[in-house]
């Protein structure tokens, strides 16, 4: 069962950038879509991107269209999220799973890391 690790979050700016990182245990990741998705306090997770096996096709949701960028390393078993010109509403918990669509495909979660974007 592949575990899921994310970490890079924290406290910044408005403006400012911050990179992801969600590394996989247990599993190669290399033959499945993997996304991002986040929770803010008090509201319902999201999806915020999504990248398919390979790399060669990414999509996001319209609010991180242009300021997020989804990459994966394979080869890490890693997947990663750029984040530039973060706004407060960026602020929430960030989670990885594996995708199809922008729907999680994985039972579980992880601990996801924590992204505050400070005003």
């Known amino acids: 069962q592949v575990q899921l690790v994310e970490s890079g979050g924290g406290l910044v700016q408005a403006g400012g950038s911050l990179r992801l990182s969600c590394a996989a245990s247990?599993?190669?990741?290399?033959?499945?879509?993997m996304g991002w998705f986040r929770q803010a306090q008090g509201k319902e997770r999201e999806f915020v991107a999504g990248?398919?096996?390979?790399?060669?096709?990414?999509y996001y949701a319209n609010s991180v269209k242009g300021r997020f960028t989804i990459s994966r390393d394979n080869a890490k078993n890693t997947v990663y999220l750029q984040m530039n010109s973060l706004k407060p509403e960026d602020t929430a918990v960030y989670y990885c799973?594996?995708?199809?669509?922008?729907?999680?495909?994985?039972?579980?979660w992880g601990q996801g890391t924590q992204v505050t974007v400070s005003s």
């Open positions: 799973n594996s995708v199809r669509g922008a729907q999680a495909l994985g039972g579980s």
């Open positions: 990248i398919n096996y390979s790399g060669g096709n990414t």
């Open positions: 247990g599993r190669t990741l290399s033959s499945t879509a």
